[in-house]
């Protein structure tokens, strides 16, 4: 029997699979994939909670809510990283440490 | 067990696996590939979970916008002809630290709470409600949603122009 404990174990390890990959890689857009990873692990909470409480559709709506700010973040973040490889010629995060020095 | 919940093993363990490949493979291609997998494999427990909509959106916008844009980044940031593509790691020990602490304590969450449920509604078609609470309860919001997608495109566009004209 499949209950709602399954699918918060589920979007757990999506979250901290994410959460590995923005705090390892080095290369820019695999970061983004991690962040990716983790909207979609909040995004399966959302529709879990929605599917077992008795709120209506209200999970739902919010999960439509984050699809949206995902696209928009994903859209300048990946105009922040082309701007990155016009200036530096790289995407690799530990080069860029201007401020660093 | 039934063929439901061998159904959603089964997705499980397909996003699951695909999302480790997404972290953990070395090849910046095979990352993207994965990551495929891993959107249609969510969209697959969006269905099981009865959200109808939500999963043709999940289909619409991730593997057909934001995978897409991802691909992108990935083919303009290398040389065409550096083909390999291969993305480095680091911070390894404490990443693999601080994830496993995460996934413990959300488990423990998960499974130690006492959730108010309610029995399971019947599934039934969302996309007319989803349309109604757009235009009624949630109008504000999505307005609001409409102005940052604006702002988004705006402002994407701002940082990557050449620099010549400014």
């Known amino acids: 029997m499949i209950t709602l404990q399954h699918y918060l174990l589920l979007s757990a390890a999506l979250f901290s699979l994410g959460i590995f990959g923005v705090l390892t890689r080095k290369n820019a857009v695999n970061v983004l994939m991690g962040i990716e990873l983790i909207l ?33 973040e994903v859209a300048v973040a990946l105009a922040i990283v082309l ?16 401020l660093r020095r | 067990m039934s063929v439901f919940d061998i159904l959603f093993c089964v997705v499980a363990l397909v996003t699951v696996g695909s999302a480790a490949i997404v972290v953990l493979s070395r090849s910046l291609i095979y990352s993207a590939f994965a990551l495929l997998f891993t ?4 969209a697959i427990v969006y269905v099981l979970l009865g959200a109808d909509f939500l999963a043709a959106t999940q289909v619409l916008i991730y593997v057909g916008g934001i995978l897409i844009l ?18 480095d790691t680091f911070q390894l020990i404490p990443g693999m630290l601080i994830a496993f602490a995460v996934f413990t304590s959300l488990a423990l969450v998960a499974t ?40 988004a495109l705006i402002g994407a566009a701002m940082l990557v122009r050449r620099r010549s004209d400014v």
Do not use: C
């Open chain 1, 40 to 72: 979609n692990s909040a995004n399966i909470n959302l529709i879990a909670f929605s599917r077992y409480s008795s709120h209506g559709l209200d999970g739902q709506m919010f999960a439509v809510f984050v699809i949206v700010v995902a696209a928009a």
């Open chain 1, 83 to 98: 701007t990155m490889y016009r200036l530096l010629k790289t995407v690799s995060l530990d080069r860029a440490d201007t």
């Open chain 2, 39 to 42: 959107f249609f494999g969510v």
């Open chain 2, 70 to 87: 991802l691909l992108f980044g990935v083919m303009l940031t290398h040389r065409l002809y550096n083909l390999d593509l291969k993305t």
């Open chain 2, 112 to 151: 130690q709470t006492r959730w108010n449920l309610v029995p399971e509604k019947q599934i039934s078609p969302t996309t007319e409600t989803i349309g109604r609470l757009f235009m009624q309860e949630y109008l504000l919001p999505f307005e609001t949603a409409s102005i940052l997608l604006l702002v």
